[in-house]
């Protein structure tokens, strides 16, 4: 098994930003694919930022130039970086591990 606990989520105003970090722990044999996904009320859960083992990364269009999406392999750890906050991107934030595994959620919500 593997846990996931995430951090760093808040009230911010538009135009602010928040750095959410996700810490990997348990069962850990490899280096894995690792992402963030949100869900905002009423929504489906979207793909938000993803990186690869190696480091490569994908982002969502509507965070394109705004979040990055940043591992440290030694510590098992992902982290995105949330700049230019707008009231959209309000929602909960999921941290998953190998796409199997999932973090508890953690609230941002961005003022107007």
């Known amino acids: 098994q593997v846990q996931l606990v995430e951090s760093g989520g808040g009230l911010v105003q538009a135009g602010g930003s928040l750095r959410l970090s996700c810490a990997a722990s348990?069962?850990?044999?490899?280096?894995?694919?690792m992402g963030w996904y949100r869900q905002a009320p009423g929504k489906q859960r979207e793909l938000v930022a993803s990186i690869t083992s190696g480091g490569s990364t994908n982002y969502a269009d509507s965070v394109k130039g705004r979040f990055t999406i940043s591992r440290d392999n030694a510590e098992n750890t992902v982290y995105l970086q949330m700049n230019s906050l707008k009231p959209e991107d309000t929602a909960v934030y999921y941290c998953t591990y190998a796409y199997s595994y999932w973090g508890q959620g953690t609230q941002v919500t961005v003022s107007s």
């Open positions: 348990g069962s850990i044999f490899s280096i894995n694919g």
